[in-house]
RNA sequence: GGAGAGGUGGCCGAGUGGCUUAAGGCGGCGGUUUGCUAAACCGUUGUACGGUCAAAAGCUGUACCCAGGGUUCGAAUCCCUGCCUCUCCGCCA
């Protein structure tokens, strides 16, 4: 959410910010909406003083047990008044909330202008692709041929967007996630969460997911609960309402958690395969920071994410989202496009860091306070580190020989007891 | 799922309709005293949204005692609903 007095006194800055991410123009009646409100303001809180004060007249007069029948009659109308007054400013503080939830963050003015992912801006290239001297199969045929993933089954016991694994598949699911939590606890300095996976909606408007994308959300029946859509959002909301002290930021969380998207309005894309599935694992990256430090932890947030990949081989580049292409929150985003050899080969997302700036902090109330001074809203960030999922089918395809056997990365053997290939086998 | 007890400032804790602009204590901050530390003493203390001001400071108004409604001239206090915590019972990985 952005600072109501900020936008008050910047309007035509935050216009222009907002169009250059291609937003519709939300601020319509804002001026109009805002000066009504702040006048209703004035008028109920001077009644409202009056009302106070009469009131101890009041109860000075009943102590001398004079008559105060006049005075409480007039209280009777004022009282009226206020109920229809605080009623209507009521009802433009609800409007202008509205408005200020729908709005997504202003971009940081490094950020690339654009209107979509066309206008991304290419940051820099790790590892050089492979070549091939075979035709190198998509991991949708791979992994069913190697016995390890499984469609079909999936789609009977659940539905479509789902997957099975298996035996060396599902042990490589797990490997991975225990590779990058080792990884960034051990050497990166972040510190191991496991939040619930269901969360209320308070927290999902703290994070922004609510009120805009209820759409691309998992909601529980018959309760105010949600599967979460990453850990950024229950991570994130862990200091929901706190005020942190400034000697403790920043604070780096990593947490592995599965997550749950409806991939409403996402039919027809990525049908085959495991890159937009219903339910995917996650290891997320959330850091709590400092105002005047918060791009810097972004540029370090990328670096331990990109080490992920490094450490496995996987050729991939970084790239800035232009304006247009941002999510809601972020006011600057690095998205890691792993490369895959599938399809003719290409770049696709398995990583997104983005820096929040205090968007998320001020709808979630979550403050910090320095020695001297008063307490200002904590700029958050996340970014995974990176999708499991993704990951996987970027082994199996990047890692794939001509006899459809898949080598294990070296920094991945430990964690598969010293395998070195995934052979064909029988699920069974 | 059943029964009961609770939710008050950063923390502890008083407070059953108006002398509460939330007592008292702890902590924090500032100061006095002191060879240093400790102690003692004095002062101070949150958040949000407004008004005033060129702006800041300051001054000032309103709201906030879990949340949302209600009763009343007046609610931390009374009523209703919800949420959360704790204790006991039942069920359970």
Not at 106 to 126: C, Y
Not at 233 to 254: G, H, M, Q, S
Not at 268 to 285: A, M, P, S, Y
Not at 378 to 391: I, M, W
Request: proline fraction near 5%; aromatic fraction near 8%.
């Amino acid at each position: 959410m952005l600072d109501l007095a900020f936008v008050r006194e910047n309007l035509e800055f935050v216009r222009q910010k907002l169009a250059d991410r291609g937003a519709p123009d939300l601020l319509g009646d804002f001026e109009s909406l805002d000066r009504e409100r702040r006048k209703l303001l004035v008028e109920a809180g001077s009644l409202k003083a009056r009302k106070n004060k009469v009131s101890d007249e009041i109860a000075t007069l009943k102590k001398q047990k004079q008559d105060a029948s006049a005075l409480i009659a007039e209280m009777k109308r004022v009282g009226a008044e206020i109920t229809d007054l605080d009623g209507k400013a009521k009802a433009q503080d609800e409007k202008l909330q509205e408005t200020l939830k729908q709005i997504p963050n202003l971009p940081h003015e490094s950020v690339p202008v654009g209107r979509s992912a066309e206008d991304n801006q290419e940051i820099r290239r790790w590892g050089e692709p492979r070549k091939f001297d075979f035709e190198p199969k998509a991991h949708w045929n791979l992994g069913p041929e190697l016995g390890i993933l499984d469609f079909d089954r999936a789609a009977k016991i659940t539905g479509a967007r789902f997957a099975v694994y298996y035996g060396a598949g599902a042990r490589l699911e797990r490997a991975l996630a225990n590779f990058m939590l080792d990884l960034h606890t051990r050497e990166h300095g972040y510190t191991e969460v496991l939040p619930p996976f269901i969360v209320n909606s308070t927290t999902l408007y703290g994070t922004g997911q609510l009120p805009k994308f209820a759409a691309d959300l998992f909601k529980l029946e018959n309760s105010d609960y949600w599967l979460i859509p990453t850990a950024e959002v229950p991570v994130t909301n862990l200091y929901r309402d706190e005020t942190i002290e400034a000697e403790k930021l920043p604070i780096k969380y990593c947490a592995w958690t599965a997550c749950f998207r409806s991939e409403a309005g996402s039919y027809g894309k990525d049908t085959r395969g495991l890159i937009r599935q219903h339910q995917f694992q996650k290891v997320e990256l959330v850091k709590f920071a400092l105002p005047e430090q918060s791009y810097d932890e972004l540029e370090s947030m990328t670096r331990d994410a990109g080490r992920v990949l490094e450490e496995l081989g996987l050729p991939y580049r970084v790239v800035a989202l232009s304006t247009g292409d941002m999510g809601f929150g972020a006011a600057k985003t690095y998205d890691l496009e792993v490369w895959l050899p599938s399809n003719g080969g290409g770049y696709r997302e398995i990583s997104s860091c983005s820096n929040c700036e205090a968007f998320q902090a001020r709808r979630a109330g979550i403050r910090f306070r320095r020695a001297q001074g008063k307490a200002e809203f904590a700029h958050t960030l996340n970014g995974s580190g990176v999708a499991v999922g993704r990951t996987w089918l970027a082994i199996l395809e990047n890692y794939q020989q001509a006899d459809g056997s898949v080598v294990i990365p070296e920094a991945l053997r430990p964690y598969l007891g010293g395998m070195e290939r995934i052979e064909p086998q029988s699920p069974t």
